[in-house]
């Protein structure tokens, strides 16, 4: 079965500092991968996407993230944070071979962004 | 594109009575999840569909919850009767699926429900 772990709850950063939300996957076929943002109050919104394409993903608002499959990891980054990327951020997996396209979501982790 | 559009934005009843929540999905989606997200239990899945067909309901907490497509394009998330536990935010999403695809889910804004 998959499964995703983020392996922060929380992470502060300061506003222009280099962002990194990490997260490791178990899965027993090729996964897609995803990042998803929530605001507080807000839906979820895709960051970007991972399938099994290029293996350094760029989304939006200036987020990347490197697939690693040695490592079973699909660590999130940004050179400089700014405040208003404060928010929760999810790292999650598709499960396996089904035609619903059932998402796996990690517990999320939240970050903060200092003035 | 006018998204997922979900409805009511907030819901506050009081406990035993019914309460409905809708979900109108993107045009040309095929797959729709209904999830419920708390502070303390997080984002579950609670049902999903393809093809107006029901693929996992193990996430229905219960049977007071119910969940249908009547079509394509719009679904219902039922509570009968309320209890105060089932007090969250529900998010409706809906992606386009082909068998060994796997799109990105797009979310609705959510219905924030309260049971008094």
């Known amino acids: 079965a998959q499964s995703v772990t983020q392996l922060d709850s929380h992470v502060s950063v300061s506003e222009g500092t280099p962002v990194l939300l990490r997260c490791n996957y178990s899965?027993?076929?090729?996964?897609?991968l995803f990042w998803y943002v929530q605001h507080p109050n807000k839906g979820l919104q895709l960051l970007l996407k991972y399938t099994s394409a290029a293996t350094l993903v760029k989304g939006i608002n200036g987020f990347e993230a490197e697939f690693k499959k040695s490592e079973t990891s699909f660590h999130l980054t940004k050179p400089s944070a700014h405040m208003s990327d404060a928010a929760e951020y999810f790292c999650v997996v598709t499960e396996g071979y089904n035609q619903g396209g059932k998402l796996i979501f990690g517990q999320g982790t939240e970050l903060s962004v200092k003035p | 594109d006018a998204g997922v559009i979900q409805s009511p934005r907030h819901e506050v009843t009081e406990m035993g009575q019914e309460v409905t929540l809708r979900c109108k999905l993107i045009s040309g989606h095929n797959s729709l999840f209904w999830y419920r997200q708390t502070m303390m239990r997080g984002l579950e899945l609670l049902i999903y569909?393809?093809?107006?067909?029901?693929?996992?309901d193990s996430g229905m907490p219960e049977d007071r919850f119910s969940a249908k497509m009547p079509n394509a394009s719009f679904s219902t998330l039922k509570i009968q009767p309320s209890e105060p536990r089932d007090s969250a935010v529900y998010f409706c999403?809906?992606?386009?699926?082909?068998?060994?695809?796997?799109?990105?889910?797009?979310f609705g804004p959510g219905t924030r429900l309260t049971v008094l």
């Open positions: 899965s027993s076929y090729s996964p897609s």
């Open positions: 569909f393809n093809n107006n067909v029901p693929i996992d």
């Open positions: 999403a809906s992606s386009f699926n082909l068998a060994g695809t796997y799109n990105e889910q797009f």
